[in-house]
């Protein structure tokens, strides 16, 4: 029987556990087999954790806490495949040098496109695993170790996965999950690897011209989709403080917009939130015709998940269904804008990084004017969610057509102001 886990929407693991199970004991056997030395970043990450006594402490503890009965997969011995942070590092090390591709297993062929996030899903729900990844020199080390792999993954080197193999990202598989691509998507297939020079220039690839229009450009009263996104919640009445970290996860709005002198404007509004997924577009776009009154960047953590979330709760790890808790807590962006209707006025774009890279790229400057549909931004490779945050004197109706769950389309109209 497939052991299902509902957390893994947006396609960014498999649903089927025992997929990534065997991803993970090929990955344990490859570095055991060949050991690299540490690069110097992840030389720094042991130097953290073993100078730290906290971090030292929740590093171990976190490993110690996953639950010894299944469904927490245990390599032969019966430990979980992830012993401890030594081993832990090691996967890292290997992963840095790597791009994701489409995994092939005796079950079903599925991306892994959190690796890192695979290899620390049953530490992340434990409680020294929040206490480690909430923690400011942990995240930090995160940071500087997703620069390096981002530089691979800038480079021509990481074009290895952009092939029509079984596991590329032009294959069988990939193609399954990504129909039409060649009509979809700026590419050249007579090109190798489709034109593009390097696996972050993939994942940020462009619609082609007239893919997605722009619906209602011209109506003010029509706030239209900033990403090409799934629909994950909407909330009213906003509190400036709440508790986002236990069941229901409510938005706190001081921490979601990081104490910002415009935030008071903004209690007692409205929240629209939607993610993005794993083979889809990750360019974001104007709501609305306005202009940009100020931009702020973020930092924030990278793998810490809501406790309601987590253990003995039998569906631990992974941030899905914790977008509510990481709009307060992750790496994110915040885009301001005045629209140029007066019913909304001043509203919030929050992009928020999920997991692994997780790089936010502001591409718009403060008193840009804005079109709906103009490009403010990006997410380079990493999980990634989105709010659109409207004031308490904005009356939002939001469009039947989309209810929680539902796919929406960039440009498509989300909501009618009154």
Sequence with gaps: MSVLVRHRIGGWLPRDHRVLQQWLARKIAQVEADPQPFHPVIQEFQDLIETDAEIYMAFHQMFDQVPTKPPYDKDPTGKPQVRDYMHMLTLFNAIISEAPD???SDYEVG?????INAILD?????????????????NAQFKKMFDVWATFLTSSASCYV??????????????????DFTQTYVCDPTKQYYGYNSWDHFFTRLFQPG???????????IVISACESTVYKTAFDIKALDTFWLKGEPYSLNHMLNNDDLAP?????????????????HRWHSPVNGKVTKTVMIPGTYYAESPAMGFPNPDPGAPDLSQGFITAVAARSLIFIEADNPSIGLMCFIAVGMAEVSTCEITVKEGQALKKGDEMGMFHFGGSTHCLVFRPGTSVTFNPDYPIG????????IATIA
């Design 211 to 221: 893919v997605r229009p722009v619906m209602f450009p011209d109506d003010g009263r």
């Design 122 to 138: 049953w530490p992340m729900g434990t409680p020294a695993g929040l206490t480690a990844f909430v923690n400011d020199k942990v």
């Design 406 to 413: 539902a796919d929406v389309p960039l440009h498509a109209p």
């Design 265 to 281: 404007q903004f209690v007692g509004g409205t929240v629209y939130q939607a993610f993005l997924s794993a083979t889809k577009y």
């Design 102 to 104: 489409f995994e092939q």
């Design 111 to 115: 991306l892994v496109g959190f690796p």
């Design 162 to 179: 952009l092939t029509t193999d079984a596991t590329g990202w032009f294959g069988p598989a990939a193609s399954a999950a990504m129909p």
